[in-house]
């Protein structure tokens, strides 16, 4: 996620600090921490006494009953297992990253936030070895605190961080020009300092042994960086979507989604893939790369479905639903319903493109990815999915936090 702002810009971000409460990155990240008001923190159960005084999703023409029938029918065209094994990240797998998580991440980094991470990565990810789990837990984490630490501080703490996210290209590009440029400034954010230590390090997934993927995963985070402020702008200052801006809510979406960064995670192979004879530069441009966009769009388009209720009960009136439907001239259950049927159609597309590549690896660890990004946000209980699902023994894995 990328900075190129400068003290202009972040000046225009700064005012009360009443930002919007995105709902994650990759359907994975922007966890706020419940019940956390410290440091003047805006509460979750504010946000839903928020969402409530909005009307949620009775406001927009949308009952629970129906979006019940929509959600489970979706679940099942999408071939979701509905089993505890598939939807539960394992106990003991979860402790072992979360234990190396507490050694990598700083204090500034939250117990629940670890948690998250440890869980997303073995649900996902499983098929990885236990390293590579943490190296993706570990990047989780940070982007999990990044987001929310954009959101959630307030004051001068607020202020500083906006400035620190303003000038975190620099310092990564060139930490010389940086302490040239602004001498006396002093480091940036613990959160920004060690994000930078990651992208340089072997903690990265893919540095140094894939030069490739990890140059697109740095992009992915620059990306993401200058979405956090785009978004801070936004929030103070509202923009009126219009007919004329069809492309923006999805521009803005995927800049600060990183589901880019979390797709190439799935492409990690042990060994080359002795399965699927290659040379590796063949197959990465032949087989892997064509798959990144409907993989991406794939996480995009479900976490815009699976996070509609929480989005709309808690009275966020900027969700990508909203958005586009306001810049599309539809309802926000047209959009739904479209987005649905895109991403049941993404998913076929992706499960022909891995078969012609030859690699029973990389099929299972696809599969995989996709099986754990359903079971991410209907079993987290910030999605809120269980007071539309119900329980009764529907989702057999429990709801976990």
């Not at 406001?59 to 505890?84: M, P, V």
């Not at 607020?158 to 060139?174: C, I």
């Amino acid at each position: 996620m990328t900075i190129d702002s400068t003290h202009n810009y972040v000046r225009e971000c700064r005012g009360n600090g009443n930002g919007r409460k995105r709902e994650d990155i990759g359907g994975m990240t922007a966890s706020r921490t419940k019940s956390s008001n410290r440091g003047g923190q805006l509460s979750e159960q504010q946000a839903t006494a928020a969402g409530r005084r909005s009307g949620g999703i009775m406001s927009l023409g949308i009952d629970k009953a129906t979006l019940r029938t929509y959600y489970l029918e979706l679940l099942q065209d999408l071939s979701f297992t509905n089993t505890r094994e598939s939807c539960y990240p394992d106990p003991e797998s979860v402790g072992v990253i979360s234990s190396a998580l507490s050694s990598l991440c700083g204090s500034y980094v939250h117990a629940r936030m670890i948690n998250l991470s440890a869980s997303a990565s073995q649900l996902c990810y499983k098929l990885h070895p236990m390293d590579i789990r943490i190296k993706i837990a570990h990047f989780i984490a940070l982007t999990l605190t990044v987001d929310d630490l954009s959101e959630s501080l307030r004051g001068e703490a607020r202020r500083r961080f906006l400035d620190d996210l303003a000038f975190f290209q620099m310092k990564f590009t060139d930490p010389a020009v940086y302490a040239k440029l602004c001498p006396g400034r002093g480091d940036l954010h613990p959160s920004l300092e060690d994000f930078i230590a990651h992208l340089k390090s072997e903690q990265s997934p893919f540095f140094p042994w894939d030069i490739r993927l990890h140059a697109m995963l740095v992009k992915c985070v620059l990306d993401f960086v200058e979405a956090n402020q785009v978004e801070q702008h936004y929030a103070e200052h509202p923009l009126v979507y219009t007919l004329d801006m069809p492309y923006f809510p999805t521009f803005l979406r995927h800049k600060a989604g990183m589901s880019e960064g979390f797709a190439y995670f799935s492409f990690i192979l042990d060994s080359s893939v002795q399965d699927a004879p290659r040379d590796d530069r063949l197959f990465f441009h032949r087989a892997l790369y064509p798959m990144i966009p409907d993989l991406v769009e794939f996480m995009e388009l479900l976490n815009d479905v699976l996070s509609f209720y929480r989005e709309a009960e808690t009275g966020d009136s900027t969700m990508w639903v909203l958005n586009q439907a306001k810049a599309h001239g539809l309802t926000p259950l047209q959009v739904l319903r479209q987005s649905a049927k895109a991403a049941i159609q993404v998913k076929k597309r992706l499960i022909a493109s891995v078969d012609r590549s030859g690699s029973v690896e990389l099929k299972e660890k696809l599969v995989q990815f996709c099986e754990g990004y359903v079971a991410w946000h209907v079993g987290d209980k910030r999605y809120r999915l269980d007071e539309v699902l119900g329980t009764g023994g529907w989702y057999q894995g429990g709801f976990w936090k």
